[in-house]
């Protein structure tokens, strides 16, 4: 099955730029989309389709894909950009198809 | 606006079995896929299953495959999640979500509901 591998934790300060990555097998050629969850809520789409951004959310989330390595980046970082955030693909290699999430990585604002 | 929601969770024992719902409104719910996933306490979020638009595909993740059946009611717009045979492990928080995009179920889901928690313990 496919593994997503995302870095349990990510530390920033305010202002600055939180870059968020998720490994996985030739990923550059797969649809990767983040989730923002934060304590108690709902997770909520931040980028799909690699870089697209939905509407509502600030152009400060954008994301990244290569080879091996997507990258949630998350510039000017505020206070409230604080949760866990999940990278995600489609996988249709094995039997069947499967949705799958990375482990997921907490952000925190210092 | 669209909205789902979710109800029917509750804390049961090992062994029994448990039926979760997913009311939805604000869209055609007919032509659009829609999915369960997981967040156990302490855990990532863990892909469930998935129907498609007109209830004919169902996919499962192996952790659920056999004990749980995914099942919709485009008549009344709701989405079931059948859960037999819970294990203490099945405790989780559970989310339907749609899938974006009317009549695939590759792409991104969005909304999601708020959750409904499923705590399994003797």
């Known amino acids: 099955s496919y593994v997503l591998t995302q870095p349990p934790s990510v530390s920033v300060a305010p202002g600055q730029t939180a870059w968020i990555s998720c490994g996985g097998n030739?990923?550059?050629?797969?649809?990767v989309h983040w989730y923002q969850q934060k304590p108690g809520q709902a997770p909520v789409l931040v980028v799909y389709?690699?870089?697209g951004r939905p509407s509502g959310i600030p152009e400060r989330f954008s994301g990244s894909n290569s080879r091996n390595t997507a990258t949630l980046t998350i510039s000017r970082v505020e206070a409230g950009d604080e949760a866990d955030y999940y990278c995600q693909v489609w996988d249709s290699n094995g039997d069947h198809p499967t949705w799958v999430f990375g482990g997921g990585t907490e952000l925190t604002v210092l | 606006q669209v909205q789902l929601v979710e109800s029917g969770g509750g804390v049961v024992q090992p062994g029994t079995s448990l039926r979760l719902s997913c009311a939805a409104s604000?869209?055609?719910?007919?032509?659009?896929?829609i999915h369960w996933v997981r967040r156990a306490p302490g855990k990532g979020l863990e892909w469930v299953a998935v129907?498609?638009?007109?209830?004919?595909?169902?996919y499962y993740a192996d952790s659920v495959k056999g004990r749980f059946t995914i099942s919709r009611d485009n008549s009344k717009n709701t989405l079931y999640l059948q859960m037999n045979n819970l294990r203490p492990e099945d405790t989780a928080v559970y989310y339907c979500?749609?899938?974006?995009?009317?009549?695939?179920?590759?792409?991104?889901?969005?909304?999601w509901g708020q959750g409904t928690l499923v705590s399994v313990s003797s």
């Open positions: 030739n990923i550059g050629s797969k649809r």
């Open positions: 129907i498609s638009y007109d209830g004919s595909n169902k």
């Open positions: 604000g869209f055609t719910f007919s032509t659009y896929a």
């Open positions: 389709d690699v870089s």
């Open positions: 979500a749609r899938v974006a995009v009317a009549a695939t179920w590759i792409d991104w889901f969005d909304p």
